[in-house]
């Protein structure tokens, strides 16, 4: 009976599916409410240059990966994908991507090399890269004139500015391994180390290594001193600054909004001797896509220019991951310029699909950290060692 029901969910999911299949001669694209409209309006332009229709079709972001899985198992679903890069590992290894191959080397410099190389695995790239998410230092430039370059400087800054409700530095790290990522990774820590062709190694994994023990102890550093108070996640630290009661902030660029919404007089930089993650958004083409052909003339001769990145960029405001659209953006936006120049020293967040045995392990290390529970090195060197056993399984 068991077998049978699971059989009915299978075959309705497939059926469902074929309503969301592509058929040759008309582009398909998947995409989240965010992207679908401003997709939507491109297809329209693109259509009536190319004389290709296009069709998007609207889904919630944390359903397209596993809905696209499913239905390309059955040879279904759409011929474009708009997601993230940590989905790459996990496509590409099943077969599910084809890989973009009509970028020259001189469209190819035109990228931040984080956003290109979050797309990559195996050594070839299965993604047209167009926004970035990444962490820098926001600074009320009614406290803060010149930001601190050095997590000293930063510290020290933090502290003599704290005082009476005060607080020099709003950081929700607590329970958060992206957001201490940028420390720990930037005193000499790292996820997964790479093998000689330069994919990931998910057996050399450097989170209890003594860069990683370092940043981590800075982190601890800034909660004993009273910087950051216990329990302090992200949005008591966005409160914080958009109050006007914090001077600085690390936090993304989806909280500039807020921060002009509040009036905050407000800069970017670059986190002080911090190597945070990017996450990349972009295009992926299906490989069971019956319109190979389309779709690559779709994102090279279309998508891939300043033009429409830009439309692209108004429509989704991450940081453009082509740096002469970021150079068009900062004109109206800028603010973005600490964001791009944060881009010269990140990692892009780890593809491969033994990432997802590193969250828990990392957020429990944080934790009893933080608290005084355990020591970081003691702390870190456990969450390895659990990483190490979930990946083994």
Excluded: C, H
């Excluded at 601890?220 to 902030?249: C, H, R, W, Y």
């Amino acid at each position: 009976m068991k077998r049978l029901v699971v059989l009915t969910v299978v075959i309705l999911a497939l059926l469902t599916m074929g309503v969301f299949a592509a058929t040759p001669g008309q582009l398909l694209i998947w995409a989240d409410s965010t992207r679908a409209p401003i997709l939507t309006q491109l297809g329209n332009e693109f259509q009536a240059v190319y004389g290709i229709p296009v069709k998007v079709v609207e889904m919630n972001f944390g359903d397209i990966e596993n809905k696209f899985i499913t239905a390309a198992a059955a040879n279904e679903g759409p011929d474009i994908i708009v997601g993230a890069n940590d989905w790459v590992g996990q496509l590409a290894a099943d077969g599910l991507l084809t890989p973009v191959t009509f970028l020259s080397s001189d469209q190819l410099n035109q990228f931040a090399p984080s956003s290109l190389q979050a797309f990559s695995y195996g050594g070839k790239l299965y993604g047209l890269p167009y926004g970035i998410d990444v962490l820098g230092l926001f600074y009320n430039k009614d406290y803060v004139t010149n930001p601190p370059t050095t997590p000293d400087q930063l510290f020290t800054m933090a502290q003599q500015m704290t005082s009476g409700g005060f607080y020099g530095l709003a950081y929700g790290v607590y329970g958060n391994p992206y957001f201490s990522a940028p420390f720990v990774q930037g005193f000499g820590g790292y996820v997964f180390g790479t093998n000689p062709d330069g994919s990931l190694n998910p057996n050399d994994i450097g989170l209890a290594n003594s860069g990683a023990v370092a940043g981590l102890n800075y982190i601890v550093k800034l909660f004993t001193s009273g910087i950051i108070p216990q329990g302090e996640d992200n949005n008591t630290a966005d409160n914080l600054f958009t109050s006007g009661k914090a001077a600085m902030l690390i936090d993304g660029e989806w909280e500039v909004p807020a921060i002009q919404q509040a009036g905050i007089n407000f800069g970017v930089a670059p986190i002080p001797g911090g190597k945070p993650f990017v996450g990349v958004q972009g295009f992926m083409i299906s490989s069971k896509s019956p319109n190979q052909i389309q779709a690559m003339e779709f994102m090279s001769d279309y998508i891939n220019t300043p033009d429409t990145m830009y439309k692209i960029w108004q429509a989704d405001p991450r940081i453009p991951a082509r740096y002469d659209v970021a150079a068009k953006a900062e004109a109206v936006a800028p603010w973005l310029k600490g964001f791009v120049d944060a881009l010269s020293n990140t990692t892009p967040m780890p593809n491969i699909p033994q990432m997802a045995s590193v969250w828990n392990a990392w957020t429990n290390a944080i934790n009893l950290a933080v608290s005084g529970k355990e020591s970081s090195q003691a702390a870190l060197t456990t969450a390895v060692q659990q990483i190490q056993q979930a990946i083994s399984k």
